[in-house]
């Protein structure tokens, strides 16, 4: 009697036009598995000095390409460097801007670790127009530590102060710890969101 009954209801359907007699091809869906996502990466970086070559990481090497990109560089600055140093030996980095402002000075470890040497307790980092600033005196003085290999130095200067950690609306940004945030604070300083600025970055060998 049930099945009668579905059948008779069926014929109603059809009868009144509500569902059709077209059948319906619905395919077995297909799980296509996902391709991981690879990262945009850059040829690695290598440098010379006193004839060895020293290579460094993909990770220092992206960074260190997406630094190089920013040269929308609107302020002068005279820069000079020891760039082969011995683990105890004094960094001597002196630099003189064409006008005042604000200067940071940022290490890049073989690791992709960054450390920001000016300013520092000895001095905020600010100069005025020609003043030259240098790293090796009676009191700044900047010893090479460990780890030994390829670093990277990275000076900014710009007309108003830049903090590498701070909170900008609603998103935290800290430039010592996170790769993207401090491209993202280098980039917001190249666009001259704190003045006329200067970016650069150069190799050294620490051994």
């Not at 307790?121 to 290999?149: D, I, V």
Request: hydrophobic share 35%; net charge positive; proline share 5%.
């Amino acid at each position: 009697m049930l099945k009668k009954t579905i059948l008779t209801l069926s014929t109603l359907l059809l009868m009144s036009g509500c569902v059709t007699k077209e059948v319906i091809y619905r395919p077995t869906p297909q799980i296509i598995p996902q391709q991981p996502t690879t990262q945009r990466t850059h040829p690695l970086k290598s440098h010379t000095f006193a004839g060895e070559r020293l290579t460094a990481s993909q990770r220092v090497s992206d960074l260190v390409y997406e630094i190089e990109r920013l040269n929308n560089n609107t302020a002068y600055l005279e820069i000079d460097s020891n760039q082969n140093v011995q683990v105890g030996a004094y960094l001597n980095i002196s630099v003189t801007p064409n006008r005042a402002g604000y200067l940071k000075i940022i290490t890049i470890d073989p690791n992709g670790e960054r450390s920001q040497i000016v300013p520092n307790f000895k001095h905020n980092g600010y100069l005025r127009a020609n003043e030259r600033f240098y790293t090796n005196n009676e009191k700044f003085a900047l010893k090479a530590t460990n780890p030994k290999g390829l670093h990277y130095v990275v000076i900014l200067f710009s007309q108003r102060r830049v903090n590498l950690a701070v909170q900008q609306g609603m998103s935290g940004y800290n430039g010592l710890e996170s790769d993207q945030d401090f491209i993202n604070i280098l980039q917001s300083i190249n666009n001259q969101n704190y003045g006329k600025s200067y970016i650069h970055i150069f190799p050294m060998r620490i051994h």
